[in-house]
T-cell receptor
């Protein structure tokens, strides 16, 4: 199956610093990638849709200036958490869409990135 | 806004027991997917169902898509500790690649 890789897997940073998380599609081109946030034992919450070569589409309640998304190539999207605070600590997951038969929109997920802000 | 409600939210059972997880919505989906996620990892796709009334089997797992394509169920027979994880349903509307995720079911199978 399609492979999506995230880096780093985990990161610890001090409050006020910025952290960049990368999401790469390793064996296919992804014009659209998605970024999610997940709290322990809860479901995935869509943060934004990342479109190659254009601005990301953010979900309601997600601060675009706080969570900067860049999708500069067909295989790479980045999420930068700016001026991180402890409440930003979470598990961030990206996914890329591989269109299946009948346009089923199957998603392949990265391994996730655990962010801890001290 | 499309919502997918999963039930139960938490389930703890003994090895060998059977269980069913439900995924319900008031919206119609063109397809529905089930994922399983382990702690610290991304979700892994288990199955995609696209036709109303469709039933798919994956070893001890049986997936069903409702006739009206608004609901789905996942049945596990003779659960094993390796089945432990967070099970997520996710629906797609039309040709959109964006999925709406269910609230999740945390399953624990005790040896």
């Amino acid at each position: 199956g399609a492979v999506v890789s995230q880096h780093p897997s985990w990161v610890i940073c001090k409050s006020g610093t910025s952290v960049k998380i990368e999401c790469r599609s390793l064996d296919f081109q992804a014009t659209t990638m998605f970024w999610y946030r997940q709290f322990p034992k809860q479901s995935l919450m869509l943060m934004a849709t990342s479109n190659e070569g254009s601005k990301a589409t953010y979900e309601q309640g997600v601060e675009k200036d706080k969570f900067l998304i860049n999708h500069a190539s067909l295989t790479l999207s980045t999420l930068t958490v700016t001026s991180a605070h402890p409440e930003d600590s979470s598990f961030y997951i990206c996914s890329a869409s591989l269109r299946g038969p009948k346009g089923t929109g199957e998603l392949f997920f990265g391994e996730g990135s655990r962010l801890t802000v001290l | 806004t499309q919502l997918l409600e999963q039930s139960p939210q938490f389930l703890s059972i003994q090895e060998g027991e059977n269980l069913t997880v439900y995924c319900n919505s008031s919206s119609v989906f063109s397809s529905l997917q089930w994922y399983r996620q382990e702690p610290g990892e991304g979700p892994v796709l288990l199955v995609t169902v696209v036709t109303g009334g469709e039933v798919k089997k994956l070893k001890r797992l049986t997936f069903q898509f409702g006739d009206a394509r608004k609901d789905s169920s996942l049945h596990i027979t003779a659960a094993q500790p390796g089945d432990t994880g967070l099970y997520l349903c996710a629906g797609a509307a039309g040709s959109a690649r964006q999925l709406t995720f269910g609230s999740g079911t945390q399953l624990t199978v005790l040896p």
